[in-house]
């Protein structure tokens, strides 16, 4: 059975939800959560492990990342660390192939017919992002990994970079380089080796954000929903109906994971109400301490 990892750093209000949901919907995969001591409670529902056992390249490559984006140094860099976190963690498991995701995206139904679909390709993305990255032997993240570092090298890759960020700057007003520009790059470089999940395949798609309605019937600026058993549908503006095997809620959409999540168990309330009393403790000792 193909595992399913995420890599998440602290707590929050909505990973109970992306874990139990993952764990609902695929119930005999192994679930890790790459994580840390503020969210290792949540070994009770999935297998937890320690980042800091798997950072060892990460350490490296942070000595010379330079951020070229408006968003936070160490949000691009944590972006960009945890493809080689995730490579470590599979070498070091000896796990040849799994199925990657964030903590915001949410799986509806078992992934197994899809890592059949997608297995002569090395890994996948939704859309230019890696939210949903179907890793396929340990080929393709190693050279992603490897093409990651080769950008940040000496002064001449870094250059090369600045140039690319001050390009970027003339038709954008926020972001910059990110691991969305190492994947669309890195798949340019490489045709054949990463496939975008989020193109209907078998009318079959993994959604690149719940707000990202290009080609699909809309409602309050979101994708409009037709739930069977479960199972999210949306309608395309050619009137075809796609099956979403994901949701993926960035940004201040994540408010609306819960609702979405289609959880009914009084287990998983309890533990969603427990962890925001924890996630509170933590915020006040955070605020105290530090």
């Known amino acids: 059975m193909l595992p399913i990892i995420f890599i998440h750093n602290r707590n929050s209000s909505y990973l109970p939800i992306s874990l139990w949901k993952a764990r609902q919907s695929n119930p005999d995969s192994e679930i890790y959560l790459i994580g840390d001591v503020q969210n290792a409670h949540f070994g009770a529902i999935v297998s937890h492990v320690y980042q800091s056992r798997f950072f060892k ?3 490296e490559f942070a000595k010379k990342f330079k951020n070229f984006s408006s968003n936070p140094h160490h949000f691009e860099l944590i972006c960009l660390q945890r493809w080689m976190v995730l490579e470590e963690f599979m070498k070091a498991k000896n796990i040849s192939s799994c199925l990657y995701i964030d903590s915001d995206v949410l799986l509806f ?9 997608f297995s002569d390709f090395g890994m996948t993305v939704a859309g230019i992002s890696g939210h949903t990255n ?12 490897g093409y990651i570092e080769n950008s940040y090298t000496d002064e001449n890759s870094i250059d090369i970079l600045s140039q690319k960020y001050l390009k970027f700057k003339e038709t954008h007003t926020a972001g910059g380089i990110s691991d969305m520009t190492m994947f669309t790059e890195f798949r340019e470089a490489n045709p054949g080796k990463v496939l975008d999940i989020a193109e209907p ?4 798609i993994f959604d690149i954000t719940i707000t990202y309605t290009k080609g699909v019937r809309s409602e309050n600026g979101i994708k409009k929903i037709e739930w069977k058993a479960g199972i999210p549908f949306a309608e395309t503006t050619e009137n075809e109906k796609v099956e979403l095997r994901s949701l993926h809620f960035q940004g201040e ?5 819960k609702s979405m999540a289609q959880i009914n168990s009084l287990t998983f ?11 509170f403790g933590q915020k006040v000792w955070n605020r105290i301490f530090r």
């Open 109 to 117: 139904d078992d992934i197994q017919s899809d890592a059949r679909r």
């Open 269 to 279: 309330n309890a533990i969603y109400q427990i962890n925001l009393v924890y996630l």
């Open 253 to 257: 959409s994540k408010s609306m994971m």
């Open 134 to 145: 179907f890793v396929n032997g340990l080929t393709t993240l190693p050279a992603f990994c």
């Open 57 to 59: 390249k990460a350490n």
């Open 201 to 204: 395949l078998a009318a079959k």
